[in-house]
């Protein structure tokens, strides 16, 4: 009996020994993951995400984009709703670990903090979703996507039965699907943690999407963020290109971009892009990317060519304000005053052609066209949701420190 039982719970230990050896990779990936934002490896993780989930490279080709350089200084301090700020103490509260800024296409501050250097390839998160942005207008230029107005399930027929069935990809652009999805970031049982654990365990971000079910409101109600309305975006676009988003970005996008060094793409384990935040480049790349926006999607060379890579009439329309009203409570500025948004990029309040895509913990493509700026930040700020005792937000905050220091470079020289 005694054997018996023996070889019983022997054949069990082995099963299970099996089953975790098979898994033992998903399992040191989910173990990571669950540790990616801990006070003493956030820097660290941000700049080698590679190690942490599943990864699809995205080479360069082409010309190196040759930047022309001026280094000159930030401002000492700049003024935010009455009160004088350090800017030094400010990047510090913001954890930056990296700010390039451009000026008339010349970079004029490149700085990197935190024991981070210039060749790290650094997590975009939700900046990402604006390179997707780029390359659904290309799309929809070419003829691929016949219209913003037709139904995602015509593109993406996964999609039938779930949230998302009926909804129009205008709608999804502007992130007002109407889905019922809890994006709590400090919350570990949060929708977005949910399909953090997918990306990890090797789980399928399209069987994540089609799983939605809840419906909060009627698409085109209301604006509520919602970061896997991007990737329903990325699924239309694979299925009308005949592409993985990979392929279409490299053909379209960074062989045309001169993009310095190599770049990787996040992905499930199916190998689909983890579209709404999984890219992973050098920061003067990221710059380069608003830099190409600044110029209404045209490429100018340090020879002054052009070659226009994203049509003009996409990059003005998709950064200017379109979405309907956001949802009750998401004013994020002092005075109440709503952040607007486009075809996932953000236009900041009172705008004067603004516009930016931003990351979660504090990534930003700031671009200013009329004073000639773009700004690229990244950081590992583990309080980004948090307000400073007045109620600001720090992305209000970042705002404020970026038209600060494109005034300051605006007005350099001409004192």
């Not at 451009?102 to 390179?131: A, C, H, N, P």
Request: overall charge negative; some cysteine; proline content about 4%.
């Amino acid at each position: 009996m005694k054997t018996g039982l023996f070889k019983i719970g022997l054949g069990i230990l082995i099963i299970l020994g099996i089953i975790l050896a098979f898994n033992w990779g998903n399992l040191q990936r989910l173990i990571r993951v669950k540790a990616l934002f801990d006070a003493n490896k956030i820097v660290q993780n941000f700049s080698n995400m590679d190690g942490l989930l599943y990864a699809s490279p995205l080479p360069k080709s082409g010309a190196v984009h040759n930047w022309p350089i001026a280094i000159t200084p930030l401002p000492l301090s700049y003024s935010d709703r009455g009160r004088e700020k350090d800017t030094k103490a400010m990047l510090e509260e913001l954890s930056t670990t990296a700010l390039v800024v451009v000026k008339d296409g010349t970079i004029v501050f490149e700085d990197y903090y935190q024991g981070t250097g210039k060749d790290d390839l650094r997590i975009s998160w939700s900046m990402s979703k604006s390179f997707v942005s780029a390359l659904t207008g290309l799309a929809l230029e070419r003829g691929d996507i016949e219209s913003l107005d037709d139904p995602v399930t015509k593109y993406a027929p996964s999609l039938k039965g779930s949230s998302y069935d009926g909804v129009s990809l205008l709608d999804v652009m502007n992130m007002a699907s109407g889905i019922e999805f809890d994006e709590d970031y400090l919350d570990p049982k949060s929708d977005i943690n949910k399909m953090g654990t997918v990306l990890a365990v090797g789980g399928s971000l399209d069987k994540f999407a089609a799983g939605q079910k809840n419906i909060a409101r009627p698409a085109g109600e209301a604006w509520a963020y919602c970061s896997i309305d991007t990737h329903v975006i990325s699924m239309v676009l694979r299925s009308a290109t005949d592409m993985t988003l990979q392929e279409y970005f490299i053909e379209n996008l960074w062989s045309k971009i001169g993009a310095s060094a190599d770049a990787t793409y996040s992905t499930d384990s199916k190998g689909n892009a983890f579209a709404l935040g999984g890219l992973n480049m050098r920061t003067r790349d990221y710059a380069l990317f608003g830099e190409l926006f600044r110029n209404e999607g045209t490429r100018i060379d340090e020879n002054g060519n052009t070659t226009q890579i994203i049509p003009a009439d996409w990059v003005r329309a998709s950064t200017t304000p379109s979405a309907p009203p956001m949802i009750d409570g998401h004013n994020m500025t002092e005075d109440g005053s709503e952040f607007g948004y486009g075809y996932q990029w953000w236009i900041p309040p009172n705008a004067d052609g603004e516009y930016y895509a931003v990351g979660v913990y504090g990534q930003y493509i700031y671009v200013n066209p009329k004073a000639g700026i773009v700004i690229a930040k990244n950081a590992a700020h583990r309080e980004f949701m948090e307000a400073d005792p007045s109620g600001e937000g720090y992305m209000a905050q970042n705002i404020t420190l970026f038209r600060a220091i494109a005034k300051h470079y605006s007005d350099w020289g001409q004192e």
